[in-house]
């Protein structure tokens, strides 16, 4: 096991990655991340190099400071060997703590599942479909609805994504949310009042989401103004223009679909290890409206 901590190193991964997209769109978006300031303090790892089979991302262990926390301890991870993959899982995530692996690969859940076992952790999964677009200038220009203002996210507006997130309400994924308003690109539509009805964020795996549109103000189309905006942000930061929607979530796989995005064929698994509380999982969402990611 090796951390990549060299910029010369990072920076060739990158390109490496990039070769090998759609199927590395996690890690090479956190990697991304990493070598533009790294604003999620994460770090690299890999079982070998300059040939490797599987790349890791991960916090930092400073980062990772609350046991408790899975939306910040969160794992990224792309492998082209799964036994080489079950090896780093095993050796790399610390299993005392709460924490969240994200990856697209077939096998990665049973191997979680495997390791968690033999520790005696908790696991919970959620799937996903990821949606792709693959030329983001091609998207029409977008006519406001004039009584609406364009914005990015504010810290102000972190208590409204809390309550409104389907796998928000406690102070943890408000402490997450934050981070990503601060960090990562966003945009929203704001009323007379500055309040936000509809928003899109992005997170530290260079993917669109959570987005949400207040219950009143849907089926005016706002959702494709915001997924037309932050697709066309993205590209032109030099990112991939993707997203994940829950399997279950049909309207927002009908709009990327209406927009040109292209569902990617592997599902995209979200595996929660709970070992710190030794309770059941907390990935259930909870009862909410509409909500893309």
């Not at 390791?115 to 959620?126: C, M, Q, S, Y």
């Not at 601060?182 to 795996?205: E, I, N, Q, Y």
Request: glycine share 6%; aromatic share 8%; hydrophobic share 35%.
């Amino acid at each position: 096991m090796l951390i990549l901590s060299c910029s010369s190193k990072l920076r060739l991964l990158e390109g490496t990655l990039r070769r090998g997209l759609p199927e590395t769109l996690l890690v090479h978006g956190a990697v991304m991340n990493i070598n533009r300031g790294n604003p999620a303090g994460q770090e690299v790892l890999v079982d070998s190099w300059p040939e490797f089979k599987v790349v890791l991302t991960r916090p930092r262990r400073e980062v990772a400071s609350d046991d408790s926390d899975f939306y910040t301890n969160t794992c990224a991870v792309h492998y082209r060997d799964l036994g080489a993959c079950r090896t780093l899982l095993g050796s790399a995530i610390n299993w005392d703590q709460a924490f969240c692996i994200h990856g697209f690969r077939d096998g990665l859940y049973e191997a979680s599942r495997d390791i968690a076992e033999t520790k005696g952790a908790k696991l919970d999964v959620l799937r996903y479909f990821t949606y792709l677009h693959s030329d983001p200038s091609s998207l029409p220009e977008i006519r406001l609805d004039p009584a609406l203002r364009l914005s990015p996210l504010d810290v102000s507006h972190v208590d409204l994504l809390n309550e409104t997130w389907l796998f928000g309400g406690n102070e943890r994924s408000r402490k997450y949310l934050a981070s990503l308003i601060r960090h990562f690109p966003s945009a929203c539509l704001l009323d007379a009042t500055g309040r936000p009805v509809s928003w899109t964020a992005s997170d530290a795996f260079g993917a669109m989401g959570p987005a949400y549109t207040l219950p009143q103000h849907r089926r005016c189309g706002y959702s494709m103004v915001l997924t037309n905006l932050m697709a066309k942000q993205l590209h032109a930061l030099g990112f991939p223009s993707y997203g994940n929607v829950r399997v279950e979530n049909f309207e927002p796989q009908k709009m990327l679909e209406r927009q040109g995005f292209q569902r990617q064929p592997n599902l995209c698994y979200f595996i929660l290890h709970n070992t710190a509380l030794n309770t059941d999982p907390t990935l259930t969402p909870r009862p909410a409206g509409e909500s893309p990611a």
